[in-house]
């Protein structure tokens, strides 16, 4: 295969090949359980959700591991503040985390790790590092990853030591965290006596629980191995979490952690980024309420994985337009079953788009043309290219009917008297009874659609 890919470690794209012959090892770094999932992390399931797809087309073997951090100064702080144990809270928090990533039609990976499953081994990790020189135990109990120390620290974000020294938001006073180097991180964090009991895991190191940087670390070498084909995530863990991942593992083992990374771009909320810490932020399940999930997977899928991408009614109002219009070409012809043939030039310029860097905008583009081809010659086979085709991106899947109406207020019992009052009037020669029909159904959002063959209808846009 011709794949080349964005590496964020060497700014540049880069002809992918999996270090075993047809099996890519992905890691992916998930969500912290401690409140709903928003649109921003919807973005990066979504995207590396088509990143497996694409590889799977292309006949390759994947082992897709996309952890759960599920112990955090923010989860053991809502869980205080909720009167329930951690387990409860990350518990239910995963769960709704599965409802709106299967809502989306996102596929789940083959290994969903939690942190609190993987101490002993971040345990390991720990004490390798502390026997090489790289981890120090600090005074107040805490065990710390010596930055200096490692030779390679900033090359995934491209920032010298000095740089990050000069004011980076993770440095800290030493007196803070009993750190030799304000640029040090936790590994280790001591237990602190108004801490639940729950929260607290016996080691070499005293009673205390993992920092965040090391669980990914753990988990990914445990699963994957100690090195492995692909590294994603969101940008805003491109540094310090990534950073610091490639450290630790690399100062643990001595070698390459992932021979490649990728980081999705943000979903912006009037030009400034999504998230829980800002509180600008759009849950999966309320956007939900309003605009239909396939709509939302499109409306992700349309643009780059890299791109910042704007959020906004607008925007989904657009998306759900555009997604009816691939649903019609569909709705106009009976679709037949293909296997996907390369060679086909809708298919070969839906593999070119994909092979650079999961171009979707332009895989995208290639399904509006493909669906002016199925409405101009009702191919049975071109419209199952279509489909086909979407699958892959895990769209077009629904049935065109029920996409299309789908959004109504009223019931199709009620519209069909509606529709059948309208072709009275009409045969009445009532043309303005008609058109009144027609413009109260839109009204009510409902279009209507006359043919050859009667009149059908569809949710307006």
């Not at 555009?322 to 809708?346: C, G, Q």
Request: glycine share 8%.
């Amino acid at each position: 295969m011709s794949l080349r890919i964005y590496n964020t470690l060497s700014r540049d794209m880069v002809d992918f090949t999996p270090a075993e012959p047809g099996h890519v090892r992905m890691y992916v770094c998930g969500m912290t359980v401690y409140d709903l999932c928003h649109l921003g992390h919807a973005r990066s399931m979504v995207a590396f959700d088509i990143v497996q797809r694409w590889l799977r087309a292309n006949g390759l073997k994947v082992t897709y591991v996309r952890n759960v951090t599920d112990i955090d100064d923010k989860i053991i702080k809502r869980a205080v503040e909720n009167g329930e144990t951690i387990r409860s809270l990350t518990d239910r928090m995963i769960d709704a985390l599965h409802q709106d990533a299967d809502a989306l039609g996102i596929e789940r990976p083959q290994f969903e790790p939690r942190a609190t499953d993987y101490v002993p081994q971040m345990l390991s990790m720990i004490g390798t590092l502390e026997q090489k020189g790289l981890a120090y135990r600090a005074g107040n109990g805490d065990v710390n990853f010596a930055v200096r120390k490692f030779s390679g620290y900033g090359k995934l974000s491209g920032k010298s030591l000095d740089e990050l020294n000069a004011g980076e938001r993770v440095a800290v006073s030493s007196e803070e965290g009993g750190k030799q180097d304000p640029l040090d991180f936790v590994l280790w964090k001591s237990a602190k006596p108004s801490e639940p009991e729950d929260v607290k895991w016996a080691s070499p190191f005293g009673a205390g629980r993992p920092g965040w940087h090391i669980e990914c670390s753990a988990m990914s070498c445990e699963l994957l191995g100690e090195t492995f084909d692909i590294h994603g995530g969101g940008a805003d863990l491109q540094f310090p979490h990534h950073e610091n991942e490639i450290a630790q593992s690399e100062g643990a083992n001595g070698k390459t952690l992932a021979n490649v990374w990728m980081h999705n771009g943000f979903i912006n909320i009037d030009n400034e980024k999504m998230s829980k810490s800002l509180g600008n932020f759009f849950t999966i399940r309320d956007v939900l309420k309003t605009y239909d999930a396939e709509t939302v997977r499109f409306f992700v899928v349309r643009s780059h994985y890299r791109s910042p991408l704007n959020y906004s009614n607008v925007h989904l109002d657009d998306a759900r337009g555009a997604l009816k219009r691939l649903y019609t070409a569909l709705h106009s012809v009976v679709t037949e079953s293909v296997t996907i043939d390369w060679t086909n030039s809708f298919a070969a310029r839906f593999q070119g788009a994909m092979n650079e860097d999961f171009g979707t905008p332009e895989a995208v583009a290639v399904l509006f043309d493909l669906a002016s081809e199925v409405n101009r010659s009702q191919s049975p086979a071109l419209a199952g290219l279509l489909k086909a085709l979407g699958g892959i991106l895990g769209l077009l899947q629904a049935d065109p009917q029920s996409f299309l109406q789908s959004g109504s207020v009223l019931d199709d019992a009620a519209i069909q008297l509606h529709i059948q009052a309208r072709a009275a009037a009409k045969l009445a020669k009532n043309f303005a009874e008609a058109d009144r029909i027609r413009q109260d159904l839109l009204a009510q959002g409902i279009a209507l659609k006359d043919s050859s063959t009667g009149t059908s209808w569809e949710a307006a846009s």
